[in-house]
């Protein structure tokens, strides 16, 4: 089994600053990328940010020059660096990753997609 658990949501004024967290654990053998997504009421889920294995780097447009994802490999651990943080951005926000769990599975191109429970950052005065 692999998990995702998210950490570091919470509510801030506008014009702040959170850093999310999320880590990877379980059965895990290489992972292929790791992202956010976020989902507001009544809204789809949609495209925060993602980073490769690579180092290769996406934004949504709602978040880019905003917002920085970076990654730690050793740890299995993705982070979200949020500045300037509008209302907008309120959502839950969800962890993401294309895990390979086995040398097999690396090799054949197999990987699972997995998500974490999500964490709630609501920015409001």
């Known amino acids: 089994q692999v998990q995702l658990v998210e950490s570091g949501g919470g509510l801030v004024q506008p014009g702040g600053s959170l850093r999310l967290s999320c880590a990877a654990s379980?059965?895990?053998?290489?992972?292929?990328?790791m992202g956010w997504y976020r989902q507001a009421p009544g809204t789809q889920r949609e495209l925060v940010a993602g980073i490769t294995s690579g180092g290769s780097k996406a934004y949504g447009d709602p978040v880019k020059g905003r917002f920085t994802i970076s990654r730690e490999i050793g740890k299995n651990t993705v982070y979200l660096q949020m500045n300037s943080l509008k209302p907008e951005d309120t959502a839950v926000y969800y962890c993401?990753?294309?895990?390979?769990?086995?040398?097999?599975?690396?090799?054949?191109?197999?990987?699972?997609?997995?998500w974490g429970q999500g964490t709630q950052v609501t920015v409001s005065s």
């Open positions: 379980g059965s895990i053998f290489s992972i292929a990328a």
């Open positions: 993401n990753a294309d895990i390979y769990r086995d040398r097999e599975g690396y090799e054949l191109g197999y990987k699972g997609n997995y």
